[in-house]
Nanobody, 114 residues
Framework: QVRLVESGGGLVQPGGSLRLSCAAS????????MGWYRRAPGKQRELVAS???????RYADSVTGRFTISRDKAKNTMYLQMNSLKPSDTAVYYC????????WGQGTQVTVSS
């Protein structure tokens, strides 16, 4: 069973950068999509970015041009590079993998504040 662990969250000033990591405990094969989601206080969880097994990426409009999703297959790790952070990016960030069934990580807090 694959387990996902996020890391890299923290407190950053507006305009700053963070890189989140999502490490999978085992190899992921076949057709799948991995994604980053976030849940801000009082809001529903939303998709931030995703990457498919064929490396097709997609982004939420609110992060396009600022965030970049990538992965290192050899390390079984997915990343989210977040630049030009805004207070509205404050949320708990979760990674997941969808292989027809979905596995979630435990989340990592990102706080953007001066």
């Amino acid at each position: 069973q694959v387990r996902l662990v996020e890391s890299g969250g923290g407190l950053v000033q507006p305009g700053g950068s963070l890189r989140l990591s999502c490490a999978a405990s085992g190899s992921i094969f076949g057709i799948y999509t991995m994604g980053w989601y976030r849940r801000a206080p009082g809001k529903q969880r939303e998709l931030v970015a995703s990457i498919s097994s064929t490396d097709t990426t997609r982004y939420a409009d609110s992060v396009t041009g600022r965030f970049t999703i990538s992965r290192d297959k050899a390390k079984n790790t997915m990343y989210l590079q977040m630049n030009s952070l805004k207070p509205s990016d404050t949320a708990v960030y979760y990674c997941n993998v969808d292989r027809g069934w979905v596995t979630w990580g435990q989340g990592t807090q990102v706080t953007v504040s001066s």
